[in-house]
């Protein structure tokens, strides 16, 4: 029978992600990671093989608290209004210190390939989701014939990214109601979807209001 593991996986994850997110992965230091994870160094490398492999552990967790997200836009019926949702979603979430995933962009000079890959397939990723549901918006014409559909799904991604970049100067929730509100009257001008009624209030899902990305 193997040896039980004194600590738990998931909560190590968790701890370690909080820090390279908070600090990025050349700005947090291995002694800090055995202080916040409570692992010592030998298990950590055990578990882990060092830094560069619980980075690449913390990325995957994080990748497994954006489920909810892709959940939405692989919904049924595919359209416009998965795009609409997913996008309420992230306005209204927190994100204290940016997005996980886009930071590591800016550090991908002092990353290994494994995870600048991994940057890049979400980045992808993403923009395959949305893309799926503006074709089947288009189907349905929802949307013009002439529109370049995936010029709008970078677009939409690249909403996103500047949107959670956005929330770590901590924007009120009156703010968030008219970005988005704003962005969806963006979006559906010229579309078969119905623009945003004046005034009309857009409120956070109460429970994904706080859940980070």
Request: glycine content about 8%.
């Amino acid at each position: 029978m193997g040896r039980h593991k004194g600590y738990n996986r998931e909560e190590v994850l968790e701890k370690a992600m909080h820090l390279f997110w908070r600090k990025g992965y050349e700005g947090t230091h291995l002694q800090e990671l055995v202080a916040v994870t409570g692992l010592n160094r030998f298990s950590l490398y055990k578990e882990f093989r060092g830094k560069d492999g619980l980075y690449e552990a913390a990325v995957d967790h994080y990748l497994g608290g954006l489920r909810h997200l892709s959940e939405v836009l692989n919904r049924e019926p595919l359209g416009m209004a998965n795009i609409l949702e997913e996008v309420r979603l992230v306005v209204f979430s927190d994100f204290p210190y940016g997005c996980f995933m886009t930071n590591a962009l800016t550090q991908q000079e002092v990353l290994n390939e494994r995870i600048r890959k991994r940057v890049r397939d979400f980045v992808a990723a993403s923009e395959q989701m949305v893309l799926k549901n503006l074709e089947a918006a288009h189907l349905r014409g929802e949307i013009p014939s002439d529109c370049d559909l995936a010029g709008i799904a970078k677009f939409i991604v690249t909403f996103d990214i500047g949107i959670v970049t956005f929330s770590t100067t901590h924007p009120t929730q009156e703010d968030k109601r008219r970005i988005y509100e704003n962005f969806r009257l963006l979006l559906t001008r010229g579309t078969g979807i119905p623009a945003p009624i004046a005034g009309e209030s857009a409120e956070a899902p109460a429970a994904l209001a706080n859940r980070p990305r």
